[in-house]
């Protein structure tokens, strides 16, 4: 049986059982194989591939391996994403919009804080998920392999932490999106964009001390919530500005 050999780099072993980290794998296949096949039957999803070569010759998704093929697969980065067609030079090039599964609610609102728009429901189906990435032009954001691997699936990343502060980070890393950021734009509940609205068109929905010390308000025109630069303003400033901090820090190291 025709056999190819696999090197997996840098933190995409982390994506395959500890086992077969760091070191050439040795697969066998039948018939007709595209690299894409060989590379996800490992379970690292496509979205995660930055670049592919075999035998030091750069090739697609589509390559159909041979046999005493070798094969080396780098994770997909800004500076190193040939697949996707998200970014150029390093920068995103479409719009940082995104989609995100049922098990990602806090990371949607971080997101939201962040100015990014972000549709999240707790009830999505796989099948939405992937339909709205295509149709929407969304980014999908999960932690369901799986999902991921589906042909249409051009633009996703797999979400590898599970607490949302580094889930964040993850992210901004991901789409070099730190320099991007525009907090406190967009609702927190249904991830609409804001409009200034005037304090006495709302004086009547507004808590005493709140109208004495709060002149300038936000609305949302879709759920109608109020914002205003309170106490939970000032703690989501400095839960923004660490976040940027540690990303930063990351992106360096």
């Given at each position: 049986?025709?056999?190819?050999?696999?090197?997996?780099?840098?933190?995409?072993?982390?994506?395959?059982?500890?086992?077969?980290?760091?070191?050439?794998?040795?697969?066998?296949?039948?018939?007709?194989?595209?690299?894409?096949?060989?590379?996800?039957?490992?379970?690292?999803?496509?979205?995660?591939?930055?670049?592919?070569?075999?035998?030091?010759?750069?090739v697609d998704f589509d390559y159909l391996v041979q046999d005493e093929d070798r094969v080396i697969v780098q994770p997909a980065m800004p500076d190193k994403d040939h697949?996707?067609?998200?970014?150029?030079?390093?920068?995103?090039?479409?719009?940082?919009?995104?989609?995100?599964?049922?098990?990602?609610?806090?990371?949607?609102?971080?997101?939201?804080?962040?100015?990014?728009?972000?549709?999240?429901?707790?009830?999505?189906?796989?099948?939405?998920?992937?339909?709205?990435?295509?149709?929407?032009?969304?980014?999908?954001?999960?932690?369901?392999?799986?999902?991921?691997?589906r042909k249409t699936i051009r633009f996703g990343y797999l979400i590898r932490a599970l607490e949302p502060d580094l889930q964040v980070i993850e992210v901004l890393n991901?789409?070099?999106?730190?320099?991007?950021?525009?907090?406190?734009?967009?609702?927190?509940?249904?991830?609409?964009?804001?409009?200034?609205?005037?304090?006495?068109?709302?004086?009547?929905?507004?808590?005493?001390?709140?109208?004495?010390?709060?002149?300038?308000?936000?609305?949302?025109?879709?759920?109608?919530?109020?914002?205003?630069?309170?106490?939970?303003?000032?703690?989501?400033?400095?839960?923004?500005?660490?976040?940027?901090?540690?990303?930063?820090?990351?992106?360096?190291?």
């Amino acid at each position: 049986m025709p056999n190819v050999y696999v090197s997996v780099l840098e933190e995409l072993n982390n994506l395959l059982p500890k086992r077969n980290r760091f070191k050439e794998l040795e697969i066998e296949f039948k018939g007709r194989q595209s690299v894409k096949h060989i590379i996800e039957s490992l379970g690292i999803p496509h979205t995660e591939i930055g670049f592919i070569t075999i035998n030091e010759n750069q090739v697609d998704f589509d390559y159909l391996v041979q046999d005493e093929d070798r094969v080396i697969v780098q994770p997909a980065m800004p500076d190193k994403d040939h697949y996707s067609g998200m970014f150029n030079e390093g920068k995103l090039v479409i719009e940082p919009r995104f989609i995100l599964d049922n098990h990602l609610g806090k990371l949607a609102t971080y997101l939201r804080i962040l100015g990014f728009d972000a549709i999240y429901h707790n009830d999505f189906q796989d099948d939405e998920l992937a339909h709205n990435s295509v149709d929407l032009n969304r980014i999908l954001l999960t932690r369901d392999r799986q999902l991921l691997m589906r042909k249409t699936i051009r633009f996703g990343y797999l979400i590898r932490a599970l607490e949302p502060d580094l889930q964040v980070i993850e992210v901004l890393n991901r789409f070099n999106l730190a320099g991007v950021v525009k907090p406190f734009n967009r609702c927190l509940r249904c991830n609409t964009s804001l409009a200034p609205v005037e304090k006495e068109t709302i004086l009547d929905r507004l808590q005493p001390k709140t109208k004495k010390y709060f002149d300038e308000f936000h609305i949302c025109p879709q759920c109608e919530r109020i914002y205003w630069m309170g106490s939970h303003y000032e703690c989501m400033d400095r839960k923004i500005a660490d976040l940027l901090d540690y990303s930063a820090h990351e992106t360096r190291t």
